[in-house]
Each structure stands twice: as C-alpha cells, then as structure tokens.
C-alpha cells in the first residue's frame, strides 16, 4: 500500500505487537512523517558515502552534501524515538578517511547525548603468549587492503545516541561469565556469573560461498548486532525496532527471532526482497507469521564487489 513515505512490501502479524513491516521508499522520511515516539529502538546502518556499489543507491557525493543530508537522520529519529528510547547507529569509514565515522556521527549527533561507544571487532588476531593457547589465532573476515601505509580495516563503531544519557541497560543480557570465580567475590555486588562484555565486540560475519546469492549487498552487519543491541536496551523495554536503511533485513530478522515489532525501509526493493524471504525462512517458533506477498521480479540482487564492511 503506497504513503507518502513509502510501499509496504511485506507484512507480517499485522495489527499485533509482532507486526513485521518492511517499505519500500525513503527510510528518513519514514520516521519522521509517522507518530512521534512510537519506536523503542532503533539500529541503523546509513550509506558512508564510500562509493559502495548498491544497486540503486549512488553512494558518492560531496562531502558537504552528504553530511547534510545524513543529518536529518537525528531529528528524524528523534521524531519516532520514544524518550528512553536508544538509537544505535553503526558507522565505518576506509582507512584511508578515519574522520568519516566522526564526522557522521558530529552531524547527526544534534539533540542527543552519545551514551555509549561500542567497537564492532569483525576480525581479530590473538597471541598465544596472551592467551594461553598453544596456538595463536586469527578470527573472523575484514577486506584486506595493499598498502605500505595503512593496516587492514577490522573495526567499526557503534554509536549508542539517547535524549539524556541516562538510559538504563541491560548489560547483563549480552554479559559475560567472569573469567575466574574470585573475581566474582571480589564484585560483591555480582548476583549471577555474569560482568558487563564492555564495549568491543566481536561479531564475525558467518563465512559464506556464494556471495552473489547468499549475501547480495556490499555493506551489511550481521544479525547478531542488532540483536545484542536490542538486547542490551533491554528486551522488557522494547516492542518496536525499526532500521530506516534495512538493506538485507538483518536488523528485522533479530527482531522477528525476539519476538519484537518492526518497522524497517530501503530505497531498493530486491534488497527488501531478499529480506522477506529470510523473514519467510525463519523457523515457526520465530517465524514472524502470515505474510503478504512480495511483488514479482524482486529476485536476488547481482553480486556485489569486494567491499570495507563484508
Ligand atoms: C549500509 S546499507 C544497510 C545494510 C543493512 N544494515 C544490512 O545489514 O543489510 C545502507 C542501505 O541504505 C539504502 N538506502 C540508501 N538511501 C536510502 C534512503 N533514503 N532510505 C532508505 N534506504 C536507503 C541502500 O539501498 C542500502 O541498502
């Protein structure tokens, strides 16, 4: 069904607290043209303006431009945020520009306070001196870059914005066992065997064969991203998610897998296409429902060049 700020292409439980909405149109408009705080969290990851070959999206433009429009992402989230509500928003920039994440996230940054900081660690190499394992490891997948100036890109950042700074979380949601017992009494104020992860977070992309059809997108996160967000907010707290960027739907699939509400757009109907049927592959205990079918012709999109983020 066609609104001014886009056309609902899938639909799941509608009219529940589980309703699974994926539009397609313009995901900042989305936020901003309906109810005011009708969201609980939002986790988002907007185009870097890096050149990324998406299908539709031109993704270079100047700098200043750019920055401009990414800051109507703020009001915008603002505007379907709820007070206590916390928006998340993933940013990454090449080597060759580490200002980028900082510079988006200074433009978008107006009217909220930046609670937390998380470093989203997609590869990482472990020492068996440091570890104490009678080998050293290499984890994860980065897109190696030649160069005798820069290192390869193994991190982005996860910039946790809220109206006051004052949000409580559920850190133990996503928590930790304490690595020895004694640090356990030590904390007395620890009830289970569980700590805060801190702020690095290791998400590695799952490894996959064919790009062309089981990852169709230069730049998406893995799905355990947005859940560990929409866990740390706190599952109690949160009804409905939205990602006005949803590109492959990993933020909906998280929330379909909780049992959350969803709201997510983008601009290019065969990257929602290829969303609903991982909605529509979900098992029937997450499985988020009847649904409405998508339009024909939204098939896999064509396979995407190496890209930063996957
Ligand atoms: C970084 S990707 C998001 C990927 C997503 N997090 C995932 O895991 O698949 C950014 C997405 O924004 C979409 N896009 C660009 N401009 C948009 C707009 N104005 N509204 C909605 N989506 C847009 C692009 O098509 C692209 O899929």
Known sequence: MPTAAGRCLYRSNPGTPREIRLIEGD??????????????????????????????YRDRRPRDDYLRWIGTLGPAVRHALRPDGSFFLNLGGPPTDPWLPFDVARAVS???????VIHWIKSIAL???ATGLDRDLALGHYRPIGSARYLHGTQEYLFQFTRTGKVPLDRLAIGVPYAHPSNRRRWKRSPVDRRCRGNSWFLP???IQRRATERPHPATF???????CYRLHGLARVRTAA???????ASAVA???????????????????FAARRLGRLRPATAPGPTAPVPRGAGAARPARAASRS
């Open 255 to 273: 929330a379909a897998r909780l049992g959350l509400g969803f709201q997510g757009w983008d601009i290019d109907p065969e990257y929602l296409a």
């Open 27 to 56: 995901g900042i408009r989305g936020l901003a043209e309906g109810p005011a705080g009708r969201i609980d969290v939002v986790v988002t990851s907007p185009p870097y303006n890096l050149g990324q070959p998406y299908r539709l």
């Open 110 to 116: 107006d009217g909220w306070v930046l609670q937390n």
């Open 222 to 228: 893995p799905e355990t991203l947005p859940e560990w």
């Open 243 to 249: 990602d006005p960027f949803v590109g492959l739907g």
């Open 205 to 207: 992309y799952p490894t």
């Open 127 to 129: 020492d068996r001196s």
